[in-house]
């Protein structure tokens, strides 16, 4: 009885960690965990040390008995949830990050393949962050031509981009 009750408190704590895992519920992990020592304890004298340590022994008949309290009692149960309690995976796909990709890629060229002052009046509005106001102070023109010359720079870029 001692050498029971030793094996039990060297093992218990690992082999309900099992149980407890599998069947998820710790209450019945504890009903399992009984039931395991019960088999140890009619089983022991056919454990055969050759085909497994003792531990890997008790941690398979945990497992087992586990797999099988969770079967019996968790069929009737259904994990599905309805369409409106669904988490749906907001990341892109990677084809639609590939396109965004590509389609940024050729945007820049065609920037980088506009004259000099244009270049730097669409990065100044656009990766600087400049307004009108501060891009016509810049470069000493009115508010209006800085809005036209965007303009028309704009709408070139829109049909060489349609244009392919």
Aim: glycine share 4%; with cysteine.
């Amino acid at each position: 009885m001692q050498a029971a009750a030793e094996l039990y408190n060297a093992t218990s704590a690992r082999l309900l960690a099992i149980c407890t895992r599998i069947t998820q519920d710790r209450a019945a992990a504890e009903d399992v965990l009984q039931e395991v020592f019960i088999k140890v304890w009619n089983r022991a004298a056919g454990y055969d040390r050759s085909r497994a340590e003792p531990i890997v022994w008790l941690a398979t008949l945990a497992r087992n008995s586990s797999i099988d309290w969770y079967r019996a009692h968790r069929r009737h149960i259904s994990y599905s949830l309805p369409d409106d309690d669904v988490v749906k995976d907001s990341a892109p796909l990677i084809e639609e990050e590939l396109i965004v990709r590509e389609q940024s890629e050729r945007a820049m060229l065609m920037v980088d393949g506009l004259r000099d002052e244009q270049r730097a009046s669409v990065r100044a509005i656009y990766y600087e962050g400049l307004t009108y106001a501060e891009l016509a102070v810049r470069e000493g023109v009115p508010v209006g031509t800085v809005k036209s010359r965007i303009h028309r720079i704009l709408s070139s870029l829109n049909r060489a981009w349609i244009d392919g």
